[in-house]
């Protein structure tokens, strides 16, 4: 058995109008009236969280002081995360066409994300791709959970799942973050890195995933070419 294990965010779902509606309403929310700000467009400010611009850093670039650059990335934390903001999140383009290709090629599907279960359950709702995920292949943070940090949180997944799962012949990890990258590590298996998300390829390069592609569909094409021997594609 083939097992792929993937993130959400990212190779899944495209997050960027989210972000930016949250900065908007922040950057709005902490300058004063007559102040002068500089509101990025949505393309410059996506290019920034690729390239982990800080928050702070980003506020600071949008016209507003270090004082209420610290107060815009608290507010934006506060913001980003809650369920009337999850309505602006898509599937990234092809996605949905690559999990069911994956289905087909008789993988063996798991998601592994920082979202909540209330925030995971939602999405998986809303697009209908909780057919791709049954529950006992969905890893994800607990409601009441004290995050601790992406790269520390994300590997305690990939613990559970590696103790959890039956075991398969071969496992890749498909993400678009260093958390990513770091849950792979930890459970030695590859990690591919997609461009579909929150990291340039620079930022991605630096990380060093074993591989780095366009999309989770190229993720695709490369485990198939890699995988030599046919027999574990179990076509249904
Ligand atoms: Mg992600």
């Keep these: 058995m083939l097992r792929l294990i993937t993130d ?30 500089n509101q990025l467009s949505k393309e410059s400010f996506w290019g920034l969280k690729r390239s982990q ?11 507003l002081s270090p004082a209420q650059s610290r107060e815009f990335a608290q507010l934006r934390k506060d913001t980003v995360h ?22 087909a ?19 998986l709702e809303r697009y209908d791709l909780g057919r791709f995920f049954p529950e006992n292949r969905r890893y994800c943070l607990g409601n009441d959970y004290v995050k601790t940090g992406d ?15 039956p075991p398969a012949s071969q496992t890749w990890m498909v993400g678009d973050t260093e958390a990513d990258i770091a849950a792979a590590r930890f459970g030695k298996v590859p990690a591919v890195g997609v461009l579909s ?11 060093g995933p074993d591989a780095i592609v366009d999309n989770l569909g190229a993720a695709l094409d490369l485990i198939e070419s890699q995988v030599l021997d046919k027999d574990l594609l179990t076509a249904v």
Excluded at 53 to 63: D, L, W
Excluded at 83 to 103: F, K
Excluded at 151 to 165: G, I, T
Excluded at 197 to 207: C, M, V, W
């Design 8 to 37: 959400f965010d990212g190779p899944v779902m495209n997050v960027s109008e989210r972000y930016y509606r949250v900065y908007r309403f922040c950057l709005e929310s902490v300058s004063d009236r007559r102040q002068k700000i």
């Design 53 to 63: 611009m800080p928050e702070v850093e980003i506020g600071q670039r949008s016209g």
């Design 82 to 103: 809650q369920m009337e903001q999850l309505v602006h999140d898509e599937p990234v383009p092809g996605a949905i066409a690559s999990l069911e290709r994956a289905q």
């Design 105 to 123: 090629m008789g993988v063996n599907l798991v998601v592994m994300t920082m979202r909540r279960v209330r925030e995971l359950d939602y999405a």
């Design 151 to 165: 790269s520390k949180d994300k590997p305690k997944l990939m613990a559970a799942a590696l103790k959890e799962l």
């Design 197 to 207: 998300g929150i990291r340039d390829r620079d930022r991605l390069e630096f990380f």
